[in-house]
């Protein structure tokens, strides 16, 4: 374990709010950025852990299901400051792009007429833009060959045939037995030898106390939507369920949650794409999104609700994981399924982005316009995400105006 060097104070779950609040309202770019900015503030300057440790820790939590970028920070406040450092360092990190995006969501329902022609277009232009730079990166990195693209394609093919929950759940199993049984093992992918993670100290009734509620609460949710017809519980369920389901980052929530809030009726599907491409535009986690469609659907109320359960499994399976963690990542049958569901949900991310666009949201010559030149912008001019969208609701405004 590296000798810390950091002062006393840091150990005090107010100084880790601190930290990770200059954090959340500071940190642009997504998941990977949040790992290069964590990087810097606690590998390099606050020396918390070292090179290893942190890259221990990454490696955990993009092989669970959940949001690696807060896991990250949640298993550092832990580190420092036991649970009440974990929840000090969620808090801080996750609150700036939520309130701002629950703002956003009651601005849109009570001031929507009001806004100006054309924003909400660039918004939604935006946010296709975002969904192909992201079915780019992903499939590059996770589908190398011609097994996982087939089987990315496939999976596309699955959700757009059958556009449901169930289905994105299906495909999320089957890519997990087809990287188990297909996929030829990657020697490269488990840890060398003797190397360390970052040591938290949790006992072993502890992590199967947090596996059990994990489990049960995935169970128990559904069973309770359907037998109290409440709307509240229906909510949780749905926002607990696609977080619990999610590898790969917070671009992997969006589809499970479009799945789900769009065909109820909840939000609609325009409203959907503006939120997520605010989503982008704000720091912090992509994951707090959920605060947007739950403020969308119920209010503060649902906000609250629907940021606790997306957050809460990713964190449950995180604590249940971090004592067994040697021990799983030298397991090559763990890791070939991992890149199955990795391969797998590069095709629900496609899904997603041709779903809209057949269902016409791209409606005029100036919409396509305007998302060929936003992806371009991504893809090839290397523009952040939250640039991007600002300079497309600007264009999509300034365009409805001129026309």
């Not at 810097?40 to 970028?69: I, K, M, N």
Request: aromatic residues 10%; contains cysteine; proline residues 5%.
């Amino acid at each position: 374990m590296t000798t810390n060097t950091a002062p006393a104070a840091d150990h005090h779950p107010w100084a880790v709010f601190q930290v990770f609040l200059r954090l959340g309202l500071t940190s642009f770019g997504g998941p990977i950025a949040h790992l290069a900015y964590f990087r810097t503030e606690f590998v390099q300057r606050r020396r918390w852990l070292d090179e290893h440790e942190y890259a221990s820790l990454v490696a955990l939590c993009q092989f669970l299901p959940g949001p690696a970028s807060s896991q990250v920070g949640f298993a550092l406040g832990w580190s420092r400051a036991g649970y009440r450092g974990a929840l000090a360092a969620w808090c801080g990190f996750t609150l700036p792009s939520a309130l701002l995006l629950v703002a956003f969501a009651f601005l849109l329902l009570h001031h929507g007429q009001g806004l100006p022609e054309g924003l909400l277009p660039g918004l939604v232009v935006a946010a296709l833009a975002v969904v192909a730079q992201a079915v780019w990166g992903m499939g590059r990195s996770l589908c190398p060959d011609a097994p996982r693209r087939a089987l990315a394609l496939l999976a596309a093919l699955a959700v757009l045939l059958w556009p449901s929950a169930w289905t994105l759940m299906g495909v999320i199993v089957l890519g997990a037995a087809a990287g188990r049984w297909v996929l030829a093992p990657d020697p490269s992918a488990t840890a060398a030898e003797g190397t360390q993670g970052l040591q938290i100290a949790l006992g072993r009734r502890t992590t199967w106390v947090c596996l059990a509620l994990f489990a049960l609460i995935l169970l128990a949710l559904p069973l309770g939507a359907w037998a109290s017809g409440s709307f509240w519980v229906a909510l949780a369920e749905v926002f607990y369920r696609s977080g619990a389901l999610v590898f790969g980052g917070g671009h992997v929530v969006m589809p499970m949650l479009q799945a789900e809030v769009v065909p109820k009726g909840w939000v609609d599907l325009q409203t959907f794409l503006a939120g997520y491409a605010a989503a982008q535009a704000v720091p912090g986690p992509l994951f707090t999104f959920a605060a947007f469609l739950g403020a969308a659907a119920g209010g503060w109320l649902g906000a609250v609700l629907a940021l606790l359960a997306v957050f809460a499994p990713g964190m449950l399976v995180l604590l249940a994981a971090l004592p067994h963690w040697q021990r799983l990542r030298q397991s090559a049958q763990a890791q070939n399924a991992i890149a199955g569901v990795s391969a797998a949900v590069v095709g629900l991310l496609l899904a997603a982005l041709l779903q809209p666009l057949l269902a016409g949201v791209v409606a005029s010559a100036q919409d396509a316009a305007l998302l060929a030149l936003a992806a371009l912008a991504l893809l090839w001019g290397k523009w952040p995400a939250w640039l991007v969208v600002l300079g497309s609701g600007a264009l999509g405004a300034l365009t409805a105006a001129a026309f």
